[in-house]
């Protein structure tokens, strides 16, 4: 019988071999990647540190899961990996994983018989351009595409509340609108936007900014401000950043059936890649 496999919380003397073991496969765990980056550091001002669950059999690490400030999963995550970190999963009153779709399917199989409740369970596809296929896109005339400021801190609050509404999902805000305002302003540094007029209309944070790669999240285009180039044109800028940089690719996550969406990153040049499984859950 083989050693029991045992799960814990990573510390920064984990992090050599977690880092080693997710490098093959860097472009599938690029989230996880940055986490594990992370465990040890003092977080960002307003963000939460990241924890980083290992499983061990023996001396051997055979699986990782971040925990906070997201649920995510190793892309290939053993069975005997997930069942060593079920327990700390199976504590935590809600949560929201997004992850390769197979480790979750597994994973939400014995939430949803243990009574848990999914508030949100969609499939998205990620989208990945290297810059030998990249095709950038003109900025359109009177927009500019910068690197947001804190005078933005309001256009970008209101951003990820808009979005969260498309998207069906609960607004943070109303509970604990000064959390929800420190947690926007703490991504800050992140984003780009596009300004026409001195508005803010279009937003994108890069979010992971490593040599393995950048990871774009929290795209929103107001509506009103859709269709004109200008979210390909804030993309583009990012992409660009991403390379000169020495990213070796970009990847971000279009919900699926989202077709304006995907035809603006295909335009781009773009290329689907795995599925992905998000689930909000109580």
Do not use: C
Request: proline residues 5%; hydrophobic residues 45%.
């Amino acid at each position: 019988m083989g050693a029991k496999v045992k799960g814990r919380l990573l510390s920064a003397g984990d992090r050599r071999a977690a880092l080693d073991r997710l490098a093959p496969s860097a472009r599938r765990n690029l989230f996880l990647l940055d986490m594990v980056h992370q465990v040890g550091q003092s977080p960002a001002p307003h963000e939460a540190a990241a924890q980083v669950l290992g499983a061990w059999r023996g001396s051997e690490l055979i699986g990782l899961a971040g925990v906070r400030p997201s649920l995510i999963l190793e892309s290939d995550l053993e069975t005997a990996a997930l069942d060593a970190f079920r327990p700390y999963i199976e504590s935590l009153e809600t949560g929201l994983v997004k992850s390769a779709r197979a480790p979750v399917d597994s994973l939400w199989a014995d939430l949803a018989a243990g009574g848990r409740r999914a508030i949100l369970d969609r499939l998205e596809r990620i989208y990945t351009v290297e810059d030998s296929g990249f095709r950038p896109a003109p900025t359109p005339d009177g927009a500019v595409v910068r690197r947001a400021h804190v005078g933005d801190w309001e256009s970008l609050v209101a951003a990820a509340r808009a979005s969260l509404r498309e998207e069906q999902r609960p607004d943070p805000f109303e509970g604990d609108p000064t959390g929800f305002r420190l947690w926007v302003r703490g991504r800050i540094k992140r984003a780009r936007v596009v300004e026409v007029e001195g508005r803010v209309v279009f937003v994108g944070y890069a979010d992971v900014r490593r040599r393995e790669g950048w990871l774009i999240q929290g795209v929103y285009t107001w509506p009103e401000f859709r269709r004109r180039g200008l979210a390909a044109a804030g993309m583009t800028a990012l992409v660009r950043e991403a390379s000169e940089s020495g990213a070796n690719h970009v990847q971000l996550a279009v919900v699926d059936g989202n077709g304006p969406a995907q035809g603006l990153y295909r335009r781009l040049g773009f290329e689907p890649a795995e599925w992905l499984r998000t689930i909000l859950f109580v």
